[in-house]
């Protein structure tokens, strides 16, 4: 596709699009990276020039390197092209930083603050317990009077009391929803870290282009 569009084949910047999508499922290795950068200092850089919103989009994926380089070549050739786009996605990318900054903190102070609450939650279990198996009681009390002394229903009330009453039966409940409540309170915020570690990288390389367009 790129030498295509090198040697000016007709129809071949339509292709433009589809470099892009393959750079950006590219592998660990790197294999249209690779050919891709080979390959960029012989396409002219105002091929690049109806590209610059996607490129700007890719600072924030896996092949924001090979994009950075278009980018920087068209700041040095076509800065007043470029400096409009370049300066509102700086300003979308500074905004996304300083939210996910902050929703990390927030998350971070939220699981500080969970943690006494869960141990709390097990101190407290056996009252709450104790309440429920009273109601349980009651209620089946009456339901019992109501039924007519129905023996069927009276020993599935009672089994029912009875498991309640067993106080091995709590631990694993509140255990598990500890576990619950714990592993996605570490996921939500390892995923705020992955937005804030891509968002202050693209940020970063917005900057890099906007110093390199200044100096221009």
């Known amino acids: ?38 390959h960029l200092d012989q396409v002219p850089h105002w091929v690049w020039l109806s590209w610059i919103p996607q490129l700007l989009l890719s600072l924030q994926r896996t092949e924001a390197p090979h994009c950075k380089l278009v980018l920087l070549k068209i700041a040095a050739v076509f800065p007043q092209a470029l400096y409009y786009w370049l300066r509102t996605y700086l300003l979308e990318r500074r905004d996304a930083v300083n939210k996910s900054e902050l929703s990390r903190v927030v998350l971070a102070q939220r699981m500080q603050q969970n943690i006494p609450g869960v141990s709390t939650g097990h101190g407290g279990g056996n009252l709450s317990s104790e309440t429920e198996i009273h109601q349980a009681a009651q209620s089946s009390g009456v339901v019992g009077t109501h039924d ?20 091995g039966n709590d631990q694993p409940l509140n255990q598990s929803s500890s576990n ?19 968002a202050a990288g693209a940020f970063d390389a917005a900057k890099d282009i906007m110093e390199a367009l200044r100096s221009k």
């Open 180 to 198: 619950i409540s714990e592993n996605s309170q570490n996921a939500a915020i390892r995923n705020g870290a992955s937005l804030a570690i891509s």
């Open 148 to 167: 007519g002394g129905n023996p069927h229903v009276q020993e599935s009330e009672r089994s029912s009391v009875d498991n309640n009453v067993h106080p």
């Open 1 to 38: 596709f790129l030498q295509g569009i090198r040697f000016g084949v007709s129809n071949s910047r339509s292709h433009m699009a589809r470099v892009l999508y393959l750079l950006s499922f590219d592998t660990a290795n790197e294999p249209v990276g690779r050919i891709f950068d080979k």
